[in-house]
């Protein structure tokens, strides 16, 4: 544990929870995109499963567990209870050309060929592109509300200060994960256009619109 690594761990947690509460009090999945929700609580659930096999400590089993339980309530929450608020129109994007490349990636290039770290390797290549059908709604829609840009800045900077917790480990411990550390760069290189927009338009008060 080091302080990007924590830093990482609440923005995240602070992402799931600003949608959450999105969701919850607007009684509205209106500007959040399904098809993403559906791709992150199948990264949480292939990677996660270790919980089943392998201890680190509280915190770590804890984490672990809100993540996959977030996901699924999310997942809940826009396709059951607020099903008829759900935007099925602009949220089009092919889930199937991101779960299939990812998959065979996964067992092309891992760690070691088990089904624990194929799948924990699918996970990360997954999570590096889970956002695309987020934005491109956002793009279809032409803008986003300010609580759902703000749950994008969040989720955008958990994997941008993971990213920095890699590269302290590397410094610090001299260890290093390649597939995580570039699964990671290129989801925050999907991230920088988004945040370019956060930082000059939302937080000056302003809507956050996304070229079509």
């Given at each position: 544990?080091?302080?990007?690594?924590?830093?990482?761990?609440?923005?995240?947690?602070?992402?799931?929870?600003?949608?959450?509460?999105?969701?919850?009090?607007?009684?509205?999945?209106?500007?959040?995109?399904?098809?993403?929700?559906i791709?992150?609580?199948?990264?949480y659930?292939?990677?996660?499963?270790?919980?089943?096999?392998?201890?680190?400590?509280?915190?770590?089993?804890?984490?672990?567990?809100?993540?996959?339980?977030?996901?699924?309530?999310?997942?809940?929450?826009?396709?059951?209870?607020?099903?008829?608020?759900?935007?099925?129109?602009?949220?089009?994007?092919?889930?199937?050309?991101?779960?299939?490349?990812?998959?065979?990636?996964?067992?092309?290039?891992?760690?070691?060929?088990?089904?624990?770290?194929?799948?924990?390797?699918?996970?990360?290549?997954?999570?590096?592109?889970?956002?695309?059908?987020?934005?491109?709604?956002?793009?279809?829609?032409?803008?986003?509300?300010?609580?759902?840009?703000?749950?994008?800045?969040a989720?955008?900077?958990?994997?941008?200060?993971?990213?920095?917790?890699?590269?302290?480990?590397?410094?610090?411990?001299?260890?290093?994960?390649?597939?995580?550390?570039?699964?990671?760069?290129?989801?925050?290189?999907?991230?920088?256009?988004?945040?370019?927009?956060?930082?000059?338009?939302?937080?000056?008060?302003?809507?956050?619109?996304?070229?079509?």
């Open positions: 544990m080091n302080i990007f690594r924590l830093l990482a761990d609440l923005s995240h947690l602070l992402a799931i929870i600003i949608l959450l509460l999105k969701i919850w009090k607007t009684r509205s999945c209106a500007g959040i995109s399904g098809k993403s929700q791709l992150f609580s199948i990264v659930t292939t990677r996660y499963l270790d919980l089943l096999t392998t201890f680190v400590s509280p915190y770590n089993t804890i984490m672990k567990i809100v993540f996959v339980a977030a996901s699924y309530a999310t997942v809940y929450l826009m396709y059951v209870k607020f099903k008829a608020t759900y935007d099925h129109n602009h949220d089009t994007f092919r889930i199937e050309f991101l779960l299939i490349p990812s998959l065979i990636l996964a067992l092309l290039i891992n760690r070691e060929f088990t089904l624990l770290e194929v799948l924990w390797t699918f996970s990360i290549y997954l999570e590096s592109v889970a956002i695309l059908p987020q934005l491109f709604l956002v793009s279809k829609t032409g803008e986003a509300e300010s609580i759902t840009s703000h749950y994008l800045f989720l955008g900077s958990y994997r941008g200060l993971y990213i920095l917790n890699w590269l302290y480990r590397y410094i610090v411990e001299d260890h290093y994960e390649l597939i995580a550390i570039v699964a990671g760069v290129v989801q925050t290189v999907l991230y920088c256009d988004f945040f370019y927009l956060y930082i000059t338009k939302v937080l000056k008060g302003k809507k956050l619109q996304l070229p079509a």
